[in-house]
Nanobody, 104 residues
Framework: VQLQASGGGLVPAGGSLRLSCVAS????????MAWYRQSPGKARELVAG?????RFTFFRDNAWNTVYLQLDDLLPEDSGVYYC?????????WGKGTLVTVSS
């Protein structure tokens, strides 16, 4: 499974972004998908995913083999590289990431 993430950018604090991740295979068949974030000097952390809720909203559109992460009310500490993740048939798959920078 190849994952292509997009939608990152520079946004002021309080702003919004929507990240997209397109999979090379049908997301309908993928058991689990999620978004992770890695901020400078920190470990990669889970942000949201299937059956995992956080500050941001994760949702799927299986018709387009795409998952999304809606980022609202962004804070500077939300800055980092956001990675799309899929677990399919017991294997882990990562996208290359998309950079989100939130200015104060």
């Amino acid at each position: 499974v190849q994952l292509q993430a997009s939608g990152g950018g520079l946004v002021p604090a309080g702003g919004s972004l929507r990240l997209s991740c397109v999979a090379s295979t049908s997301t309908f068949d993928i058991n689990y998908m999620a978004w992770y974030r890695q901020s400078p000097g920190k470990a990669r952390e889970l942000v949201a995913g299937d059956a995992v809720r956080g500050r941001f909203t994760f949702f799927r559109d299986n018709a387009w083999n795409t998952v999304y992460l809606q980022l609202d009310d962004l804070l500077p500490e939300d800055s980092g590289v956001y990675y799309c993740y899929a677990r399919d048939r017991g294997k882990d798959h990562w996208g290359k990431g998309t950079l989100v920078t939130v200015s104060s």
